[in-house]
């Protein structure tokens, strides 16, 4: 029998309040959502103007106060304030500095809901800012645009009036600020500002406004302040580590008498940077991500300097794994010997935002598996276990529970499949590529499927409505039979195929109507994933994913798409593309097991996904299209570890089609167009199509092809944002046509949107692709005029 999960909360006897001595413990950031993700529906309910900014601010207020008296409960020592966002921590530091665009119309004062969400979002009549990846995690933040005649100005109190709110709670917390070199460092020169702009110019102008809201924190009564500078490692060069030392040189007679923590997560910080950030003289503390940095740990115990603290993020923060507390006590006992016991801190590698929220509301899980984890709450507990360990009191106990449910995962056979890891090492002789190369594939597809110049597609997913989510939670649990379910999904494929045709779409898909969400659907079908109830976390603004747990050896026991995808194209003679998540994907937006190499886990999944390919194919499907959206997100953060990441993952998605007729066209799909430096990677990936997120930075994209780069497969750069609930005319959409034109042979282009249309309503996806089509329709009729 599997042992009980550890218990949520340390013994009462132990409690914050029954034991006031806390230890030394620390947290990054916690999950902003809620266990029931209360903050996304608050949001939605006020966007959709069903409520109050009153409503939104009671939801808001009441998660923030239960998020730190479960941390004071559990013993957390340093407890972070300002780590909550109504989008993103990024546009709350643009809020705070007064850095909002010239197109918001904002003129001055505190900023408002109304344009802090119209940067976030848009709105009726200009569009949002860009949104990126937080460096390779799943979330997005909101890119600064910045230009050399911006004004800074304390903007948003945001971060006083929280630390203010958690005081009257009597929580003394650590308020957390993004720093304002790493802001800088992920700021973008705003449209039409000179190439030679660097936003770290800016830095004088900014530390103004940083050091009027460090004075209200200190008059206020805080003693400790974190700034999270992430960008340190990266590979910088001189003259951005050179920021840093002025930066917090300039800031030092603002900081006196506070506490200062510079953190810092997701990888080792490279020794000249470790060597930049130990000198700050302002600075008391350092924080490290020490899981996924073990590089770090040999420059800590090469040399730390004498009386600083050492914030040791030895709990996983990423992942949903209970940690190892046995090995995390002797990583932290080796420190304690370099830093000294009253100057080491025990933390979590980086923010909790990015792991899910509470194993408390699992009570689906198998019990076996749940034994196996730990969620935020439960982490925030491990960090405490560890550091009254390290105090000398040890929660034997505890500490059993946690060995013997790591011993139960590494002996279970639910873990291990032979003939899997058999297969998978056998992929390593051969590079998987397809017999012949994209130009003769694409002129063998084009005799036979037949398509006008500038095709039209969209990604796949067409609005999820009400009732379709009805349907699915009402089959999930019974309620109707598999024949009522089969004809309402049925009924939901056939709409969409019929809006398509009318549109005059030339490559239609089936709408996604059965899928919850594109790695979850695959994973249900696939051995060796579990799945969590109420396991969600934020991607952006409100949206949340529940990533699955892959616990185990992946295999595919039976075809997943093939029933409807042969259903839909039995509706329509025109193509109908079949819709897979590709393995990389598959991989990046799941919890991964951590007891084998990450590229050993995708290679699995690769030949899963091959077999489908396959059974698509033999089906009569002739599009198949294999979604890459996170290829890009998962390449290391270091330069040096970028080719060995490129190799295993290009060549993942290469194995699920290389066995593939030269008819049967291939598509994928990416988010997020920052493809510069890898835009090689991309072009090995051979696929016949790519369609790519790109309207929020059109410009990104196109100067890879601007600057030579030969791409001869067939690419759709999105040619608007679905992340927007604005309408785009066939104008703008024309115009993006023909700017890629520019740069893009006529032959090679697709034109479509950004990416799926699931999280939009109808309402408003019908206009957007009347307007589509119709643009593709007029510059054919130009180029065939032209000719």
Same mark, same amino acid.
């Given at each position: 029998?599997?042992?009980?999960?550890?218990?949520?909360? /340390?013994?009462?006897?132990?409690?914050?309040?029954?034991?006031?001595?806390?230890?030394?413990?620390?947290?990054?950031?916690?999950?902003?959502?809620?266990?029931?993700?209360?903050?996304?529906?608050?949001?939605?309910?006020?966007?959709? +103007?069903?409520? *109050?900014?009153?409503?939104? =601010?009671?939801?808001?207020?009441?998660?923030?106060?239960?998020?730190?008296?479960?941390?004071?409960?559990?013993?957390?020592?340093?407890?972070?304030?300002?780590?909550?966002?109504?989008?993103?921590?990024? &546009?709350?530091?643009?809020?705070?500095?007064?850095?909002?665009?010239?197109?918001?119309?904002?003129?001055? +004062?505190?900023?408002?809901? *109304?344009?802090?969400?119209?940067?976030?979002?848009?709105?009726?009549?200009?569009?949002?800012?860009?949104?990126? #990846?937080?460096?390779?995690?799943?979330?997005?933040?909101?890119?600064? =645009?910045?230009?050399?005649?911006?004004?800074?100005?304390?903007?948003?109190?945001?971060?006083?009036?929280?630390?203010?709110?958690? #005081?009257?709670?009597?929580?003394?917390?650590?308020?957390?600020?993004?720093?304002?070199?790493?802001?800088?460092?992920?700021?973008?020169?705003?449209?039409?500002?000179?190439?030679?702009?660097?936003?770290?110019?800016?830095?004088?102008?900014?530390?103004?406004?940083?050091? =009027?809201?460090?004075?209200?924190?200190?008059?206020?009564?805080?003693?400790?302040?974190?700034?999270?500078?992430?960008?340190?490692?990266?590979?910088?060069?001189?003259?951005?580590?050179?920021?840093?030392?002025?930066?917090?040189?300039?800031?030092?007679?603002?900081?006196?008498?506070?506490?200062?923590?510079?953190?810092?997560?997701?990888?080792?910080?490279?020794?000249?940077?470790?060597?930049?950030?130990?000198?700050?003289? *302002?600075?008391?503390?350092?924080?490290?991500?020490?899981?996924?940095?073990?590089?770090?740990?040999?420059?800590?115990?090469?040399?730390?300097?004498?009386?600083?603290?050492?914030?040791?993020?030895?709990?996983?923060?990423?992942?949903?794994?209970?940690?190892?507390?046995?090995?995390?006590?002797?990583?932290?006992?080796?420190?304690?010997?370099?830093?000294?016991?009253?100057?080491?801190?025990?933390?979590? *590698?980086?923010?909790?935002?990015?792991?899910?929220?509470?194993?408390?509301?699992?009570?689906?899980?198998?019990?076996?598996?749940?034994?196996?984890?730990?969620?935020?709450?439960?982490?925030?507990?491990?960090?405490?276990?560890?550091?009254?360990?390290?105090?000398?009191?040890?929660?034997?106990?505890?500490?059993?529970?946690?060995?013997?449910?790591?011993?139960?995962?590494?002996?279970?056979?639910?873990?291990?499949?032979?003939?899997?890891?058999?297969?998978?090492?056998? &992929?390593?002789?051969?590079?998987?590529?397809?017999?012949?190369?994209?130009?003769?594939?694409? $002129?063998?597809?084009?005799?036979?499927?037949?398509?006008?110049?500038?095709?039209?597609?969209?990604?796949?997913?067409?609005?999820?409505?009400?009732?379709?989510? %009805?349907?699915?939670?009402?089959?999930?649990?019974?309620?109707?039979?598999?024949? =009522?379910?089969?004809?309402?999904?049925?009924?939901?494929?056939?709409?969409?195929?019929?809006?398509?045709?009318?549109?005059?779409?030339?490559?239609?898909?089936?709408?996604?109507?059965?899928?919850? $969400?594109?790695?979850?659907?695959?994973?249900?079908?696939?051995?060796?994933?579990?799945?969590?109830?109420?396991?969600?976390?934020?991607?952006?603004?409100?949206?949340?994913?529940?990533?699955?747990?892959?616990?185990?050896?992946?295999?595919?026991?039976?075809?997943?798409?093939?029933?409807? /995808?042969?259903?839909?194209?039995?509706?329509?003679?025109?193509?109908?593309?079949?819709?897979?998540?590709?393995?990389?994907?598959?991989?990046?937006?799941?919890?991964?097991?951590?007891? @084998?190499? %990450?590229?050993?886990?995708?290679? @699995?999944?690769?030949?899963?996904?091959?077999?489908?390919?396959?059974?698509?194919?033999?089906?009569?499907?002739?599009? !198949?299209?294999?979604?890459?959206?996170?290829?890009?997100?998962?390449?290391?953060?270091? #330069?040096?570890?970028?080719?060995?990441?490129?190799?295993?993952?290009?060549?993942?998605?290469? !194995?699920?089609?290389? +066995?593939?007729?030269?008819?049967?066209?291939?598509?994928?799909?990416?988010?997020?167009?920052?493809?510069?430096?890898?835009?090689?990677?991309?072009?090995?990936?051979?696929?016949?199509?790519?369609?790519?997120?790109?309207?929020?930075? $059109?410009?990104? &994209?196109?100067?890879?092809?601007?600057?030579?780069?030969?791409?001869?497969?067939?690419?759709?750069?999105?040619?608007?944002?679905?992340?927007?609930?604005?309408?785009?005319?066939?104008?703008?959409?024309?115009?993006?046509?023909?700017?890629?034109?520019?740069?893009?042979?006529?032959?090679?282009?697709?034109?479509?949107?950004?990416?799926?249309?699931?999280?939009?309503?109808?309402?408003?996806?019908?206009?957007?692709?009347?307007?589509?089509?119709?643009?593709?329709?007029?510059? %054919?009729?130009?180029?065939?005029?032209?000719?």
């Amino acid at each position: 029998a599997a042992p009980p999960p550890p218990p949520r909360c /340390s013994p009462p006897s132990l409690s914050a309040s029954a034991h006031p001595g806390k230890m030394a413990s620390h947290i990054v950031g916690y999950p902003r959502m809620g266990p029931k993700r209360e903050l996304k529906f608050a949001l939605e309910s006020f966007w959709d +103007g069903k409520s *109050s900014a009153e409503d939104l =601010e009671k939801v808001a207020t009441d998660l923030r106060a239960s998020i730190w008296k479960q941390m004071a409960d559990a013993g957390i020592k340093y407890i972070p304030s300002n780590t909550f966002s109504y989008y993103d921590q990024v &546009l709350d530091t643009t809020a705070m500095l007064g850095a909002v665009p010239d197109r918001y119309s904002w003129t001055g +004062g505190e900023i408002n809901l *109304s344009t802090y969400f119209s940067m976030a979002r848009g709105n009726a009549t200009v569009p949002a800012m860009e949104m990126t #990846k937080w460096f390779d995690t799943n979330y997005h933040f909101i890119v600064p =645009e910045l230009a050399p005649s911006t004004k800074f100005s304390y903007s948003s109190h945001k971060a006083i009036n929280e630390y203010k709110e958690a #005081k009257a709670l009597g929580v003394d917390t650590v308020p957390v600020l993004v720093g304002p070199v790493s802001y800088l460092l992920l700021s973008k020169a705003a449209k039409g500002v000179e190439k030679s702009f660097s936003p770290l110019s800016l830095l004088s102008s900014i530390l103004p406004v940083y050091k =009027e809201v460090i004075a209200e924190l200190k008059a206020a009564g805080a003693s400790w302040i974190q700034f999270d500078e992430p960008t340190l490692v990266k590979d910088l060069e001189s003259h951005q580590l050179s920021a840093f030392s002025a930066a917090y040189a300039e800031l030092e007679s603002a900081l006196s008498g506070l506490n200062v923590l510079v953190e810092t997560y997701f990888a080792d910080v490279p020794a000249d940077s470790y060597k930049t950030l130990t000198s700050l003289s *302002s600075v008391t503390a350092y924080g490290f991500d020490l899981e996924r940095g073990t590089k770090t740990l040999e420059l800590v115990k090469s040399g730390f300097p004498a009386g600083k603290y050492l914030f040791a993020g030895v709990v996983d923060g990423r992942n949903i794994w209970a940690d190892d507390l046995a090995a995390s006590l002797a990583t932290l006992q080796s420190l304690e010997a370099v830093v000294g016991k009253d100057k080491l801190v025990v933390s979590t *590698s980086c923010s909790l935002m990015h792991t899910a929220v509470d194993l408390v509301n699992e009570t689906k899980l198998d019990d076996e598996i749940k034994s196996w984890l730990a969620f935020a709450a439960q982490k925030v507990v491990e960090v405490n276990a560890l550091a009254k360990a390290l105090a000398g009191q040890k929660d034997e106990a505890y500490f059993a529970a946690n060995a013997a449910a790591l011993a139960s995962r590494r002996s279970s056979p639910r873990v291990t499949n032979e003939e899997v890891q058999k297969a998978a090492t056998a &992929l390593k002789g051969s590079d998987h590529r397809r017999a012949t190369t994209v130009s003769a594939r694409l $002129d063998a597809q084009q005799k036979k499927l037949n398509l006008p110049v500038l095709p039209t597609t969209t990604i796949g997913s067409f609005p999820q409505t009400v009732e379709l989510r %009805r349907v699915r939670r009402e089959y999930k649990a019974k309620k109707i039979s598999e024949e =009522e379910y089969t004809n309402a999904i049925k009924e939901e494929i056939s709409k969409v195929v019929k809006i398509q045709e009318e549109l005059d779409i030339d490559v239609l898909v089936h709408g996604e109507p059965e899928r919850n $969400d594109m790695v979850e659907y695959f994973g249900e079908q696939l051995s060796g994933f579990t799945f969590t109830a109420n396991g969600w976390v934020q991607s952006y603004g409100s949206r949340c994913v529940k990533p699955p747990i892959i616990y185990g050896d992946v295999s595919r026991p039976n075809p997943m798409t093939v029933f409807w /995808s042969k259903m839909a194209q039995s509706m329509t003679a025109r193509p109908m593309k079949g819709m897979l998540t590709g393995p990389v994907t598959i991989l990046n937006w799941s919890f991964v097991r951590n007891d @084998q190499p %990450r590229f050993e886990t995708c290679y @699995q999944i690769a030949l899963a996904i091959k077999k489908e390919v396959e059974d698509l194919e033999a089906g009569g499907i002739q599009v !198949i299209q294999i979604d890459e959206a996170a290829l890009r997100e998962g390449l290391p953060l270091r #330069k040096s570890e970028h080719a060995f990441y490129l190799d295993w993952a290009v060549h993942s998605f290469r !194995i699920t089609n290389c +066995g593939v007729q030269d008819t049967t066209q291939i598509h994928t799909h990416m988010c997020y167009s920052n493809f510069n430096d890898i835009i090689q990677s991309i072009i090995n990936m051979d696929a016949d199509v790519i369609t790519i997120e790109n309207s929020r930075s $059109d410009e990104k &994209l196109l100067s890879v092809f601007r600057e030579g780069v030969v791409y001869g497969a067939g690419i759709g750069p999105g040619v608007y944002d679905i992340h927007s609930p604005r309408i785009p005319s066939k104008e703008e959409i024309a115009d993006r046509v023909n700017k890629m034109l520019a740069v893009l042979d006529t032959n090679i282009l697709w034109v479509n949107p950004d990416c799926g249309l699931k999280t939009r309503k109808y309402a408003e996806v019908k206009p957007a692709l009347t307007n589509m089509v119709e643009a593709a329709k007029q510059i %054919r009729a130009e180029l065939a005029k032209a000719q």
